[in-house]
């Protein structure tokens, strides 16, 4: 079957029911609004999501930020995040946002640069579970951070890891456990949540950077990751190919399900967590798990605003992805 794919959007013609974004401290946040704006794009209705951590960086460009949501969109309004054990709350918030709306969003576009895995994972999932379709936007940056001068380049340590009730999986006493992690430029997380998991075995997975300056970064991160999985146990995938995405988490799933409890973590490129969500929803005997850094360092995360992606799901598709079997 034929699978989504991710093209560079230059225009944006439809005027979607909702669309969500975040307000986070990345010059793309604001700059992905920016350039939907230029591209005469418009929407009933809009959400935000704005963090309770790091306000003054998340927010440092506020009246902007609100002033460019106000030429293309109706209305909007906020959904509070709070981070930490809190952070349960937010979906209460969305559904409270969602029936404040009066109506039901069937054309859904989400905004996914500006947001936390957690976030983007129950929101691109509820898209796709009640829209006829979803639209994801993904916006570059023109660099990006890494650890490979100092562990506290863009963040430090590891403050918690979790799951979500929906996306559980089915853990069996008698199995070891076998970790698929994504992972980009962080280097400190996936060394603490191995050292959480304490995985019988681990498989890594990596995206080819899509900016060429961060070519020779991508190739000494890697052997840094290396390290700590086996040259061979480090796959490298394309934020551009779903179909390749899936069949590989697909196929690492068959060789080790009979024997292993599956878990796979989430670290890594954006645009690759969406293909992770889509594996979750037809896969539900796998774990995910997310985590939170025990510290941010806001300005060394990224820098500039470079080319917006978008992705589109339409609920057929996705229907007969779920019950497909091949």
Known sequence: MSFPVVKELTQFEEKPDLYICAMGFEDRCLGSNKKLGEMDFRTKSSFIVRY????????????????????????FSYIQYEAGKTRTEFYSQFQKAIKNLGFKPENIVVNITGMTNHALIILVDYAL????????????????????????SFTSGVEDIFTL????????????????MTMGYDLTRPRGIISEIQPTEKVGVMT??????MNEHFNNIKKEHESLFGKENITVLSIFDYKKAIEFFEETRRKFVEEYNIIVALNGSKLLAVAVLLFLKKYPDIQLILSTPTKYHPDRY??????TFITEIEKSWLEQFLNNNS
Not at 137 to 146: A, K, Q, R, S, V
Not at 165 to 179: N, Q, R
Not at 302 to 307: F, Q
């Open 52 to 75: 309770n951590v790091y306000t003054s960086e998340n927010e440092a460009s506020l009246n902007i930020f609100q002033e460019t949501i106000k030429n293309f969109s109706d209305d």
């Open 129 to 152: 579970e009640n829209s006829i379709k979803t639209s994801i936007i993904y916006t570059e940056p023109t660099t990006y951070g890494t650890q490979l001068k100092s562990p506290s």
């Open 165 to 180: 009730p929906k996306f559980s999986g089915a853990t069996l006493p008698s199995y070891v456990t076998l970790l698929i």
């Open 208 to 213: 080819s950077p899509n900016l060429e300056v």
């Open 302 to 307: 990224s820098k500039g605003v470079g080319r």
